[in-house]
Structure formats: structure tokens, C-alpha cells
């Protein structure tokens, strides 16, 4: 893209007529029409690169900002929340002087075309947003999503994501407590790579990212500036893959995890000392989105000199610097008298740091490149101001021919033999198999603090070594309940998270998410995408649970077919005492197992539809987020007064899932007695929502059925911890070597 | 019996932090003067059979699918002179 001569505003003032290639850069027409207005004059090539990589779907939201903001207007009231949504990440109140700041993002793209580094770097990318809120990152979670388990490209996405995440993460130190592994065709060619992370932090230490006061000067910190990742945001992360010509496709970031641990500790000391005043990591349109960002937040203009950059190729033109999306680097604006503290701190921990510009009391961002002003724009229309698109959107034609298509209707099981075959089918399919193999390639328990991690419900960590505080989060999802209703589909990944941290015993906070979707020009998927956002913003306000931040992936589609809606929710959730917390695992024979809440025959979007049928249709489980509520009261204030030793929720799977992972992980097995009023195969099978199993000590039985009853949350004795088999009374009985070698056999054998 | 070298570099662009962690220690170490460093990796080939043109196209071939990630690195096949292969065992 390199002219001569140099391509300074005056030169494009003085001439208009010059063609820039704002197209292959990803802008539609119009797009480039308002920016010329905007100026008043073309673009420099500068310019157009900061606008296209700044106006992308990726970094604008601009299809999805009408819908995003529900998620404001609706927010609950909430003492907890600290920072909302807008910020790096959001940060929530978990008492005892301590917040805590957590975000999901997605790496789907990148993760792709380059599994090991795309993984890597999306861990490495959470981390930093989570860094730059003043935090100390503890943890990160990894919800992914692949093809069919036996498609040989999932043999070739699969080790590289997951070797990626394992090795950035421990290489920082960070367990990995949680997440998912989902395979479904639709993830074919789409895989969902989203990585969350949690920091905590003292409330004082709270840290924003805004550019204030003239003649504070900007420092770029970390790695170097290379050629990686250009144009990434707003061409790999934009388009569908089929648009982009091979020449088109850029070069991927590689991540060094050594350098963000550096950073980690440099940014850290930094902030102990007091001497940023903001910050900002550099993520997706890296400079372009640090300097535009951070001005256009603060009060001021920003003048920087690109010339300062330290870069790793001296070859790099302007754009390209201004675009390059090089990995494990940060912007912070720091006081002139306090420069050389930062720089020597920077320079203790290996950090190269570099003043590139300071803050001025002007109103404009000024880039110069060779003496000359290559870029002279209003930072809040680079950052802020970009496109709003009303994208239309129609539920599709084919919606109520996939609804009516019931899986209630689906041929059951006809004898006890039959149900045994298809339970045991079910507890080894890919999709309810443990995830050992996958899990066991994560460092789970580095830094000591770790409580619980998966296979449990939500992952735990302890803040407080003193008082025991501790946070929980979970994350969860649902594409097939979502594919056949986005409004319900999206509550109930929401009431599944919450489910989950409070099956633990933790109480729910607050809620991240990651919304990946298909392509937004599509207004069938525009639909489930506002469907599923209405879903959700109104299932957090009813919950109490506000949104504190999130990320939006759309265009996840190869050709025609887009990927099942897939609204990923996280929950966070905080525990006075992580000693009261409650595992899966059953703990002692002899212990009574009750089911909480409705057992209704719910078969739409199940795993027994899938596993069984490979079928799709129907609705899925009805969501009441009252009952949800009740049961998490209900699960934390057992836990809390040891009532329980154990609990797992109900999800996809049903109940028979739930006791499965529940013996194996505790080693002893289950007597189970259909209930009356219900089938075996809908006891076993359907995927109601508002339940868990809990293992009741003989001596709490009275106490936790009078709290249960006094509260009017159903609760039914299914039977009792024992032996060494799961068997249901009159049906079958399984016994544990035979589920272990199913559940855990599969994925070891199709992966390794 | 022939020999053929696969080279495989990281691209230009692409970070090498294995490189840049031997750059950084050079000055350490007393060695000064050198201002980068790019680490690789080479594969030594021995060919059974005449080295021709199919036989370097099979080599490409196994180079480029399984030798190199091309998403992110480049590589170079040459064939080593039998002279040279002498010289290497000396």
C-alpha cells in the first residue's frame, strides 16, 4: 500500500481524485462516503486503514449495537456491578474490598485457519483486556465448539486449539477451571473458539481506559510491531471465508506467552505505583484501535508519532503499523513526571517501552509519519461513531416447520433392554462423553487456588487464603436449543450457567457473553440474533444478573449454511467460604438422592434426540427463571448449612447423565426408583430445565425436606447412593466399569 | 542414497520468540553486534533411489503438507551434492 511521495493529509487534500482501495479493505460504498464526508476530503491511505480495521463488523458492532443495547436498558438493578458494559471488561463487587473483572471473547476465525496460534492468542487476548482493568488474572475458561467428533478436519482443529490454549495458559500460570466441548456438524468449517478469563482486583485498583490530561504522554509497551494480523479485523474476522481470496487471507499473530507474562507483572507494578492514568491492551486493529480508543474516552486529542514504534520489520508502512495486530502489547498514558518510573519499571521486567505521542487539549487524533501528517480525524468517529446498521431481519420461513417437527413423537425405547442400550449409547456419544482427554491437557491447579475445575458444574477459585472468598464462573450454551427457539435457546444457556454456579454453591452475580452467529446480512440469522439478545436481556433482568460486557461474533457461516445460533453465557457467581462449596462427585454410600424441581416430557433439541435419532426438531425445554431462582436459593443455602454433600444440575443428557458423572467421579453407584407419575425413559431422558440431583445425608433428610417444602420447590426421593452400578429399579442395571469404558473411552479414541 | 534438506522458517512477518529469546541473550553472553536472530528448522532427507523430479515433487509435497505449517511458515528443498554428504560425515 506504500505510496510516494507520502500520503499526508495535505497531499490528500490536494488531490481528491486518487483511488483508494477501500473495497479490498472491506468497507461497502456508503461506509467510505461517510468517511469522505466526515473529512471533508478523501482519506489519507492512513485513514482509510484506521476507519476500515475501526468500522469492521469485528471492532464497530454495527450490526449488532441496535439489539446489544438491551442489554443496558434492560439491566437489573444491582449493587454488585462496578463498571459496565463498555469497558475492557466488566467489573462486579464480590465483598470484602475485592471485585472481580471477567469477560468471554471469541477467536473462531483465526482459531481456523491456524488452530495452535489461534487459540493461543485468544487466551492471550482475554488476558490483557483483563490486565488493563488493573486485575490479576486467575484463571480462564475455554467454551469450544468443533464439527462432527469424527470429521477428520476436527482431528486436525481439535489437538491444535486445545494444545494452544494448554500451553499459553500454563505458560502464563493461569488454571484453566471450565468451559465446554461441543461437536455438531453445523461447527464444521465454524469452529467456536471463545476463551474467557477472570482477574481480580482491591475496588481502589479499578482502572479505566481514557487518555485524559494535556501533555500526558502515551507509551506503547510489550513485543514489538510486526506484519502479523493485518487487515485480520477487519477481513478475517468480517467475511465469510469463501469471500476472501488466498492473497486476501492475512497473516496470522503468533502469540509468545512468555512476553505476556512479563506484561502482566510490568503492567501490575505499574498500577501499585500509581503512575497510568489509562490503558489500553491492543487487541483486534491494534493501534489503530489503542489510540482512537483512548482518545476518543478522554478528554482530549492525541498526537502521536509513528516513527517511535519499535517495530520488527523496518519495511512496514504506515498502514500497516496502524493496523498490525502483533500480539502481547499495550498503550498506557502516564504523566510526563512519571515517564521515566514507568519506563524503568518496563525496563526491570524486559519490556520494551517506547513514548509515541502524548495527549493534547485539542480534539483531533494526529498521527505523523517522516515529518509528515498522515492522519488528522475526530477519534470519537474512528471509535465510537461508526456505522449503526438496522440490519432486517424475518424469522425464517422454515421456523414452524422445525417446531412442529416434535421429538416427542420420536419412537421410544420399547423395552428395558432398549433404554439400557440407548442410555448407554447416550453417556458415550461425543457430546456427553467426558471430556478428560481434553481437560486433562490444561494446567487445572497452578497458582494453588483452584477449588474446583472441570468436570465439575462451575469452576471455583479462592481470593481471600484468609476469609476463604472465593468466585465461581460457568459457562454454557446450547446451538440446538437456540436453532429451534433463539428467545428460549438463549434464557436457557443463561439459566444453565446460573444453574451451574449455584449448583456449587455460589451465589450468581453477574453475566458475560459471547454471541456467535452466522452472517447478519442474512436476516434469518439477524432474526435469531435478535431474538436471542431479547432473550437474554430479559432473562438477566428477571435473574438480577446484569451483563457487565461481552463480545459478538457474526459471519460464522461457510456458504449458505450459518452455524446453529450460538449464544454463550457465562455466569459469574462468589462463595463466602470455598470449604461450603459443593462437588458432583457422590460422596458416600448410603447418602439419598433427590431430584429438585419438574421432570415434563421435554424432548426438542435433546442429546437422546441427537444420539439416538440424529434429529432436530420440536421445541426446546421450557425456561422459568422464578423456579431457577428458587433452586438456586435453595442449592446455596444447602450447601451453606452442609445439607448436601453432593449436586449436579440437569442439562443436556437429563437425569441419567447427571448420576452417571456423578458416580464415576465419585466411584460408587446409584439405586435409582422411577418415581410415580413418570415413565422411566422421561425420568431418565427428558431435558426439563429447573433441576439438579442432590446427595442428602440421612441425618439432614428432615431439615432439607421442611426448607424445601417451606419454600415450595418440589423435591422427590429418587433413591440412594450405593454399590457399584447405576441401576434403575425394575429397568436395568449398569455397572460402573461399563459406563466408565463408554463415557470415557470415546473421545481418547476418536482423538488421540 | 542421496540426501535432501528441508529448510522450514517461520515467514518474515510471523514472531519467532525462540529467535528473539537468542537475540536477546547474545549481548549477555558477550557476543555483540548481531541485531536479529531467526531460529528454524531442518529436516535431513535420505532418499532411497535416484533423487529426480518426482521424487522432489513427493518431497515438496510431504514438505508442504506435513513439514511445514504453511498458515505460518515457509520452507526450501534442496538437494545435497554427494560431495558435500562426504564432507558432512568427515
Known sequence: MSRTPLDTVEHAAATPDVELPWAELGLKKDEYERIVEILGRRPTGAELAMYSVMWSEHCSYKSSKVHLRQFGEKAPQSDAMLVGIGENAGVVDVGQGYAVTFKVESHNHPSYVEPYQGAATGVGGIVRDIIAMGARPVAVVDPLRFGAADHPDTKRVLPGVVAGIGGYGNCLGLPNIGGEVVFDACYQGNPLVNAGAIGVMRHEDIHLAKASGAGNKVILYGARTGGDGIGGASILASETFDDAKPSKRPAVQVGDPFQEKLLIECTLEAFREKLVVGIQDLGAAGLSCATSELASNGSGGMRVTLDDVPLRDSTLSPEEILMSESQERMCAVVEPEKVDRFLEICDKWDVIATVIGEVTDGDRLEIYWHGGKIVDVDPRTVAHEGPVYERPYARPDWQDALQADDANALPRPATSEELKDQVLKLVASPNQASKKWITSQYDHFVQGNTVLAQPEDSGMIRVDEETGLGVAIATDGNGRYAKLDPYTGAQLALAEAYRNVATTGARPLAVSDCLNFGSPEDPAVMWQFAEAVRGLADGCLQLGTPVTGGNVSLYNQTGEAAIHPTPVVAVLGVIDDVARRTPVAFQEEGQLLYLLGDTREEFGGSAWSQVVHDHLGGLPPQVDLERERLLAEILISASRDGMIDSAHDLSDGGLVQAVVESALLGGVGARLVVPDGLDAFTFLLSESAGRAIVAVPRSEEVRFNDMCGARGLPATRIGVVDGDAVEVQGEFSLSLAELREAHEGTIPALLA | ?90
Not at chain 2, 7 to 15: G, Q, R, S, W, Y
Not at chain 2, 80 to 87: D, L, Q, S
Open chain 2, 1 to 90: 542414497m542421496a540426501r535432501v534438506v528441508v529448510d522450514v522458517m517461520l515467514k518474515p512477518e510471523i514472531l519467532d520468540p525462540q529467535g528473539q529469546a537468542v537475540q536477546r541473550a547474545l549481548p549477555r553472553l558477550g557476543f555483540d553486534g548481531i541485531s536479529d536472530v531467526r531460529q528454524g528448522k531442518r529436516f535431513e532427507l535420505e532418499v532411497d533411489g535416484p533423487v529426480d523430479e518426482a521424487a522432489l515433487a513427493r518431497i515438496h509435497d510431504l514438505a508442504e503438507s506435513f513439514l511445514a505449517n504453511t498458515v505460518i511458515e515457509d520452507f526450501t528443498v534442496k538437494v545435497e551434492e554427494a560431495a558435500e554428504v562426504a564432507e558432512a560425515a568427515k
